[in-house]
């Protein structure tokens, strides 16, 4: 029939002008929807310069990094056995304590929580540390050893450790 | 209600079951897809659209700035530049933002010179007028309170000049003021309560131009010719034809907008309002938003503090009651041969009243102002009614296809000129 080629140039002019209009609406979303992620001053605070010249052993300091907490932790002779000894395959997240630090002494760690984002006790002398003499998160109930790995209580994960570099024997900087 | 009722069949089974429910497809249908545009409406007529579209691109890109802005006088100057340096294209929201509430007034001053010019607010749509006026209100407030947020000088001043205005009611005035501030001065309390009504108010904006919508879907759109529809050989649908040519000039909006928001963003800013606010220091000159200068005009022409304020809301509420002042039948200038210089002579002193707004109120301005302000309550208040009186008005066609019928040749009306209109048939079948 006569009709077949017209009705297929209007085919080709509908579909090019809804094809157009689509891509033209997707760029106009994509700067809102990028606008609500992180803005780039905060992603300039990502990184965060930490003096720990005045760590004693045995005790831990929490800071401030991208919002969270951190626990830098300077580790007794005993804590660093304990963590040590502990088979890796006994775990429910095997990993060996000489991946999670990098120098002995030092372990630094994100204090929150694998579970659902508390942050577990055992920066003070005074807190709970649990049965594993690490932390103790109180909402519901886990426990972590003295290198920050899940031993008992519903967290799935160990606590993570964040990217970081010794600037010098005194100076971490975190992120 | 009655369960064997008459209901819309459609070949999708979805739409069916939704439509047996809540007839909202039916109407959409009947309002958007077969509704009668008279088929000699020019692009005059898509500045309703283009409109609702602005304002939806206002409350949008509004939203994701209050996301990211700070409502507190320490921190409201810094959270702007904020977003213009670190948030992601925080810079392409504020210019969209600041630059579409300049067009959106462009659009909506076009959009009232067509209805002024072709006679859209006289009988049946008085009440559309009424309603659209009142869109126009709130929208003068609203950019008044979005323009105090940035904080700079000229938020700070603008706001201070035009709360003050309050002030000069009688008794009342200087409690009304304070009150309406939450504090002495424009303040903290201030800018916090400006933020949550320049949020909200857009939304009430949405709901009064519904019904401005679906009160002009009564007696439907009005024309160039301003006479009714007779017969189906003087309308089409609005789907495909009027969405069509609507989605055109939109097209041609979306390059007129992009190109100053990306090429020219300051052109309509104030250079000063990039300076914090600073309570003990006046900008030598405070300038309004150009769209609002005539009414400042208006209020800087009259030497007396209570009567320059009447006149200036005066100025606008006169609006109201323009169905009532002009008594011609015929709506349409273009067959009112001695209204319609006069109506072209007001458009004409609205934009002079703009710019004198903007310049200092002293010498040649000044004048220029005050005759402004007579020929503005003038043609209201006796041009309107006296013309319609006196006026024969030329013979207005028979119907809307004979308007194609004569006038292959010149058609002052604008609409398509040279198509050979009788013989286009209306196309039900799309």
Redesign the interface.
């Known amino acids: 029939m006569a009709k077949k080629p017209k009705n297929k140039r209007r085919d080709f002019l509908q579909l090019s002008t809804v094809t157009l209009g689509a891509v033209g609406t997707a760029a106009f979303i994509w700067?809102?929807l990028?606008?609500?992620?992180p803005?780039?001053?905060?992603l300039a605070a990502g990184s965060t310069e930490v003096d720990i010249s005045a760590i004693e052993e045995g005790q831990s300091i929490t800071i401030k990094w991208r919002g969270k907490p951190v626990f830098i932790k300077k580790r007794t002779k005993d804590e660093i056995d304990a963590a040590k000894m502990v088979q890796a395959s006994d775990l429910r997240d095997p990993q060996d304590d000489a991946d999670r630090v990098q120098k002995e002494e030092w372990l630094v760690l994100v204090g929150v929580c694998t579970h659902l984002g508390c942050v577990p006790l055992g920066q003070k002398v005074s807190d709970m540390k649990g049965e594993y003499d690490g932390w103790y998160c109180p909402c519901h109930g886990s426990h972590y050893d003295t290198s920050g790995r899940i031993r008992k209580g519903p967290a799935p994960k160990n606590l993570d450790v964040p990217p970081y570099t010794f600037l010098n024997d005194n100076t971490i900087k975190i992120g | 209600m009655d369960k064997n009722r008459k209901v819309h069949e459609f070949k999708n089974p979805v739409l069916n079951w939704i439509e047996f429910r809540l007839p909202i497809i039916s109407y959409f249908k009947k309002e958007y897809g077969d509704y009668p545009m008279p088929k000699n409406c020019n692009y005059f007529w898509s500045f309703g659209a283009l409109a609702t579209i602005t304002l939806v691109t206002m409350i949008?890109?509004g939203i994701?700035l209050a996301?990211?802005y700070t409502p507190h006088t320490d921190m409201a100057f810094d959270s702007v530049e904020?977003i213009m340096?670190?948030?992601?294209?925080?810079w392409?929201?504020r210019y969209i933002h600041s630059n579409g509430a300049a067009f959106f007034f462009i659009i909506v001053y076009i959009h009232i010179v067509r209805a002024m010019y072709f006679g859209s607010y006289k009988y049946p749509r008085e009440l559309n007028w009424i309603l659209g006026v009142f869109i126009f209100l709130l929208m003068m407030a609203t950019s008044f309170l979005g323009y105090t947020l940035p904080w700079g000088q000229m938020s700070y001043w603008g706001a201070t000049v035009i709360t003050n205005l309050f002030s000069a009611i009688p008794f009342i005035g200087e409690g009304l003021k304070t009150w309406l501030l939450g504090d002495y001065n424009v303040g903290n309390a201030t800018l916090n309560r400006f933020f949550a009504l320049h949020y909200v108010l857009p939304f009430v904006i949405f709901g009064v131009v519904g019904l401005h919508v679906a009160a002009v879907h009564v007696h439907g759109s009005n024309n160039p010719d301003g006479i009714d529809i007779k017969t189906n050989n003087d309308s089409v649908n609005f789907f495909p034809y009027m969405l069509i040519k609507d989605t055109v000039a939109m097209c041609a909006f979306g390059v007129a907008i992009s190109a100053v928001i990306f090429f020219g963003p300051n052109l309509m800013a104030e250079v000063d309002n990039y300076i914090p606010a600073d309570p003990l220091v006046t900008p030598a000159h405070i300038v309004p938003n150009w769209y609002l200068a005539p009414f400042y005009a208006i209020l800087r022409a009259v030497p007396d503090k209570l009567g320059g304020v009447l006149l200036m809301f005066g100025a606008i509420v006169i609006l109201f009651i323009l169905p009532w002042l002009d008594r011609s039948k015929v709506r349409s200038c273009n067959y009112r041969p001695i209204y319609k210089w006069f109506m072209m002579g007001f458009f004409v002193n609205f934009f002079a009243l703009g710019y004198v707004g903007m310049l200092p109120a002293e010498g040649l301005y000044l004048l220029i102002a005050r005759v402004g302000l007579l020929y503005y309550f003038g043609f209201f208040f006796i041009i309107t009614p006296f013309v319609g009186w006196i006026e024969k008005p030329s013979k207005l066609p028979l119907s809307i296809s004979d308007v194609y019928a004569k006038n292959i040749a010149p058609n002052i009306g604008g609409g398509e000129k040279g198509m050979p209109a009788p013989a286009m048939q209306k196309d039900t079948n799309l």
């Open positions: 700067p809102f990028k606008s609500m992620s803005a780039e001053d905060t | 949008v890109s994701f996301m990211n904020r340096r670190d948030v992601n294209y925080g392409l929201m």
